[in-house]
């Protein structure tokens, strides 16, 4: 059963703060890990794909790391904005598919 | 780039009803893939066409669910009868490459449609 796990299941914080999401996942092979953001009544967006053989990537504030040995990742979001506030989804690519985790609600006070 | 589009975005129907949801991918997208999520839980893997052709339908919940991309364009996702447990946001997705294939590329990127919501009475 290729389950993912992501916490916390929501966040409130401050502007400006650094944040850190966690996503894990119980079988370590692994073709991508995928990190997404989903605003209310909208599709999802697709923030950092790493592959297989990556360990990170960064997009702007966004850095996503992978650690396959221990079946973790983590979004690092840097100097946190209200216009972060949405669902933040990591999925694991297997085979031709994703599986996703149930997200992290994520809300940034102004 | 127009991005994917799914109709309709939200569908009302009774139980026993007839639903059908179509998605146009992104032109040149050989890769359609079907998600749903229902209530309280996480989004799940419906099917996945490789152009006309269904590639692994395995996520498929049930017999009432048909799924079809004539033509390799558009697709429909028909669902007869449907029940009040079918009641979620279906997601439609494509990509230019397989999602399993390891390119850095990007090329193997999902990009989702903003889904149909479905309501079952």
């Known amino acids: 059963k290729q389950e993912v796990t992501q916490i916390p299941a929501a966040l409130s914080v401050p502007e400006g703060e650094n944040l850190v999401l966690n996503c894990s996942f119980t079988?370590?092979?692994?073709?991508?890990l995928q990190w997404f953001r989903q605003d209310p009544g909208k599709g999802l967006t697709s923030l950092l794909l790493i592959q297989s053989s990556q360990r990170e990537q960064t997009s702007g504030r966004l850095n996503a790391s992978l650690d396959k040995s221990s079946g973790r990742s983590t979004l690092y979001i840097a100097a946190s904005q209200p216009g972060d506030s949405a669902t933040y989804l990591c999925?694991?690519?297997?085979?031709?598919?994703?599986?996703f985790g149930a997200g992290t609600i994520l809300r940034v006070k102004s | 780039e127009a991005g994917v589009t799914q109709f309709p975005s939200h569908s009302v129907i009774e139980k026993g009803q007839t639903v059908t949801l179509r998605c146009d991918p992104i032109?040149?997208?050989?890769?359609l893939y079907w998600y749903r999520r229902v209530m309280g839980k996480e989004i799940k893997f419906l099917l996945h066409?490789?152009?006309?052709?269904?590639?692994?339908e395995s996520g498929m919940p049930n017999n009432r669910f048909l799924a079809e991309r004539t033509g390799g364009t558009y697709s429909t996702l028909k669902v007869q009868p449907a029940e009040l447990e079918d009641s979620g946001v279906y997601f439609c997705?494509?990509?230019?490459?397989?999602?399993?294939?390891?390119?850095?590329?990007?090329?193997?990127?999902?990009?989702f449609g903003a889904g149909s919501r479905l309501t079952v009475l």
């Open positions: 999925a694991r690519g297997y085979g031709n598919k994703l599986v």
């Open positions: 997705a494509s990509s230019q490459e397989h999602l399993g294939q390891g390119v850095v590329s990007g090329a193997n990127v999902l990009t």
């Open positions: 066409f490789v152009k006309e052709s269904k590639q692994d």
């Open positions: 032109s040149g997208h050989d890769n």
């Open positions: 079988d370590s092979a692994i073709y991508n």
